[in-house]
Structures are given as structure tokens and as C-alpha cells.
């Protein structure tokens, strides 16, 4: 008779859904950060003209810049962002060889989180991927970006799971559970992720402006002609 004892078994762990986070680092964000500041200092000064439109932002404002193709430093910014989609393209699509698509900066927007200021949980609609760049992130602003895990089902699960408050933040296991995950950014932090990720913003807690460019790339299959 054969009992638990006389039992052997293998085992392997497969993650069967991964949603990345991609960060980048820019290396010049401070020459290049400058130039932006330029940029949203002449776009606020033109507002009627610079300005696509604003949206409502909780202590803040959310400006969509439509002409930001012909402002140096959001074009150069933009011009980043899509030679580091090919490593997006290649680990995540699954494409190869991103010269088959065509990858385009979908409208950019400015966040300019004034003191209490912070953004509520949303997603990007109508687009692959979100992306956002950390131009001034004052030191005692206090404001990571969360991100909200699309898998509901966790949040039954992880209220279950309060008697591992300690170890929650700890282990990669228990990461896989977690509901909200945070990221607290630097000046130069390039994120992008898929645009179906919901997050939000913390409070801005100190008294200067915390802002941030943000734009949507979307990706074309090329035709021939």
C-alpha cells in the first residue's frame, strides 16, 4: 500500500499572464529636461494657440499640446521614446523586426501637479502603449505613480492574505499578489506600459510643481503598396 511517504513529484512554475513595466533612464535629462522646461513655459505663455485642450486635473492641470511636434524638446522626447519602442516591440509584441511597423507618437500632453495635486486611477483607450516621461520631481513631493493590477480576482485574494502584512513587500511570491504596484520616479525616468493599465498619481506634497510629459504610442502594421 502505498502512502504520502512513497510520493514524489516534480514541479514547475509558469507565470501565465506578465504585464511589463518598461523603465528607462536617460542619461542627458538634464540638458534635455531644460529644453523641455522651455518648452512648457512657451507653451503656457501661449496658451490659445499652443493649447489643444485641458483637462480636468485634481489640483492640477493636464495640457495637450497641439502642435508639439515643432517644440525641440517634446520632439526630441518623442524621437527617444520610439528608438526605445524596438526593444518593446521585439519583448512584448513579439515582432522581430519593428521595421515592419510603423510606431507613432499619438498626441502629448503636459502634468503639471500643483501642491495637492494628483491624478485619479484611468487608462489610455485607443492606443498600444502609455508613456511617461519625469521632467521636475521635486524631493519632497512624495507622488508615485501606482499602478492597479487588471486581475479583479486578486482582490478577494489579498484581503485574505493581511496576515502576511509584513512579508507582502518582500518577496517576489508575494509580489505576484499584490493589487497596486508603485513606482517612485526620478527626473530623467522614462516609463511605458500598455495603455490599458490603470494608474494614478499620489498627492504632490510639496509646494512646488511635479510635471511630466505623457503621450501614447500606437502601433501600424506597415502595408506594401
Known amino acids: 500500500m502505498i502512502s504520502s511517504a512513497d510520493i514524489s513529484f516534480s514541479t514547475r512554475r509558469e ?40 483637462k480636468k486635473a485634481y489640483g492640477g492641470q493636464e495640457l495637450w499640446i497641439k502642435n508639439w511636434k515643432y517644440k525641440k ?5 518623442s524621437k527617444v ?31 503639471i501637479n500643483k501642491e495637492h495635486g494628483y491624478n485619479l486611477p484611468h487608462g489610455h483607450p485607443n492606443t498600444h502603449f502609455a508613456c511617461v ?18 486581475d479583479a480576482g486578486k482582490l478577494n485574494w489579498s484581503s485574505n492574505m493581511d496576515r502576511f502584512e509584513n512579508e507582502w ?8 499578489l499584490r493589487v497596486d504596484y508603485s513606482h517612485k520616479p526620478e527626473e530623467g525616468d522614462l516609463l511605458i506600459f500598455p495603455s490599458y493599465l490603470l494608474h494614478y498619481v499620489e498627492q504632490n506634497r510639496c509646494s512646488e510643481d511635479r510635471i511630466s510629459i505623457a503621450f501614447n504610442l500606437s502601433l501600424w502594421r506597415k502595408t506594401s503598396r
Do not use: C
Not at 521636475?136 to 499602478?147: L, N, Q, T
Open 169 to 176: 513587500n518582500k518577496t517576489d511570491y508575494f509580489s505576484d
Open 73 to 77: 524638446g517634446f520632439n526630441v522626447l
Open 133 to 150: 516621461y519625469y521632467v521636475k520631481v521635486p524631493e519632497d513631493s512624495h507622488a508615485p505613480i501606482h499602478f492597479l493590477n487588471p
Open 15 to 54: 507565470n501565465m499572464f506578465s504585464i511589463p513595466l518598461y523603465q528607462f533612464k536617460i542619461n542627458q535629462h538634464e540638458a534635455l529636461n531644460k529644453i523641455i522646461l522651455e518648452d512648457v513655459k512657451v507653451t503656457l505663455a501661449n496658451y490659445k494657440e499652443d493649447l489643444q485642450e485641458e
Open 81 to 111: 521614446a520610439l528608438e526605445a519602442s524596438d526593444v518593446i516591440i521585439e519583448r512584448f509584441v513579439g515582432v522581430a523586426d519593428a521595421s515592419t511597423l510603423d510606431i507613432k507618437v499619438d498626441g502629448l500632453w503636459m502634468n
